[in-house]
């Protein structure tokens, strides 16, 4: 299931002002070809990202700031119209991290100084075959995309899926070989931040040492995986209370089928809508065997919430308390990415979680009769 993530980075705070709880950090590089010209730097931060930019003067250039931790960054150059090109992505760390290459390709610029970059080079190498993998599956479904053609599509979003597994399967590995790497803590929080169980994340939490476990990395992991164990299969769903259409409270509990399914979704999210289809049609057919379903949308803007709701025929309820990402369920039930649902008993109980398309079906078959 190709989705939209609310964050394609695991960021770190970052305030450039506080330089006396900050340590500071330098960025040098030193190029052989690229002897002149301007280049960029965003450094990511938790809401927001701190941008800055450096001449470069025979072939040198150098950063400087403040981070707490490791934070993702990128450096790049920028084409005639002003939008990026020729990018590189890294972390930047307290000390002195050294860049050297030709400087006309970022891509090969080596790093050096930088004990997070080390380990995420190794990451990199170990993940370099499922990355093809998942850029060939992403320029076929572009095209797909391209040529409407909606059965292709939602075959590559099965392929989507094992991609995800198969990333999975590396960071699980490197994990295990570097459990005292700040990097595994990080590599855990991107890539089980959705569609996972608190039993896939727990074995890998318990790998790191303690110091990782003590760092804001290691505490993120750890609240992800509390969160997960609290909204696990045979757990009692959390109270949801948000508005309906009609402005009026609708809470979860309020909500009786043999079962319900909740679905996370908004206007603005395209794997949402070319989804809701497949949910009107399980609708249709398991509604009147006792199927009811709940939306949360994620949406901001009480208007195209509406709309979406009207266009594409969703008539069961729906609920939203229109602060995008900010929603309370995405901590409640670690939503960090949709579309995602969950489908509850009679008696509210958990039994199964963000399935799609035909698997939602056979489910739903299984449970409905």
């Known amino acids: 299931m190709r989705k939209t993530i609310f964050?394609?980075?695991?960021?770190?705070?970052?305030?450039?002002?506080?330089?006396?709880?900050?340590?500071?950090?330098?960025?040098?590089?030193a190029f052989t070809k690229m002897k002149s010209g301007k280049i960029f730097l965003s450094v990511y931060r938790e809401n927001d990202l701190i941008n800055d930019s450096a001449k470069i003067v025979n072939g040198k250039f150098s950063f400087k700031g403040h981070v707490k931790q490791p934070t993702q960054s990128v450096l790049f150059y920028k084409d005639e119209t002003g939008k990026r090109e020729n990018t590189m992505s890294f972390f930047t760390e307290p000390g002195n991290?050294?860049?050297?290459?030709?400087?006309?390709?970022?891509?090969?610029?080596?790093?050096?100084?930088?004990?997070?970059?080390?380990d995420n080079k190794v990451l990199k190498s170990m993940m370099k075959d499922v990355d093809a993998w998942e850029d060939k599956n992403g320029e076929l479904f572009d095209e797909a995309y391209k040529n409407k053609?909606?059965?292709?599509?939602?075959?590559?979003?099965?392929?989507?899926?094992?991609?995800?597994?198969?990333?999975?399967?590396?960071?699980?590995?490197?994990?295990?070989?570097?459990?005292?790497?700040?990097?595994?803590?990080?590599?855990?929080?991107d890539n089980f931040a959705y569609y996972a169980e608190a039993s896939d994340v727990e074995p890998l939490y318990n790998m790191l040492t303690p110091n990782i476990k003590n760092s804001p990395s290691g505490k993120k992991a750890k609240k992800m995986l509390d969160t997960y164990k609290t909204v696990a299969i045979g757990m009692k769903a959390p109270e949801v209370?948000?508005?309906?259409?009609?402005?009026?409270?609708?809470?979860?509990?309020?909500?009786?089928?043999?079962?319900?399914?909740?679905?996370?979704?908004?206007?603005?999210?395209?794997?949402?809508?070319?989804?809701?289809?497949?949910?009107?049609?399980?609708?249709?057919?398991?509604?009147p065997k006792g199927l009811e379903i709940i939306g949360v949308s994620y949406d901001k803007t009480d208007s195209k919430w509406r709309k979406a709701i009207v266009s594409d025929n969703l008539t069961w309820y729906q609920v939203s308390d229109l602060k995008g990402w900010q929603?309370?369920?995405?901590?409640?039930?670690?939503?960090?990415?949709?579309?995602?649902?969950?489908?509850?008993?009679?008696?509210?109980?958990?039994?199964?979680?963000?399935?799609?398309?035909?698997?939602?079906?056979?489910?739903?078959?299984e449970l409905l009769p």
């Open 149 to 189: 053609d909606k059965h292709t599509m939602d075959s590559l979003d099965k392929v989507d899926m094992d991609v995800m597994k198969a990333k999975r399967k590396v960071v699980a590995d490197f994990v295990k070989k570097h459990p005292g790497s700040l990097r595994s803590a990080i590599a855990i929080n």
């Open 327 to 365: 929603n309370s369920t995405s901590d409640q039930y670690y939503i960090k990415a949709i579309p995602a649902n969950i489908l509850l008993d009679a008696n509210g109980k958990i039994i199964a979680r963000n399935l799609f398309g035909d698997d939602l079906v056979k489910k739903l078959n």
């Open 241 to 287: 209370i948000q508005n309906d259409t009609l402005g009026k409270p609708l809470p979860l509990s309020s909500v009786k089928g043999k079962v319900v399914m909740v679905d996370f979704w908004a206007s603005w999210c395209g794997p949402c809508r070319r989804e809701n289809p497949n949910i009107v049609k399980a609708y249709a057919q398991f509604h």
């Open 97 to 118: 991290i050294i860049l050297t290459g030709a400087g006309d390709t970022l891509t090969n610029v080596k790093i050096s100084g930088s004990k997070i970059n080390a």
């Open 7 to 29: 964050a394609l980075f695991t960021l770190f705070s970052l305030t450039a002002a506080a330089q006396k709880t900050d340590s500071s950090f330098t960025i040098t590089g």
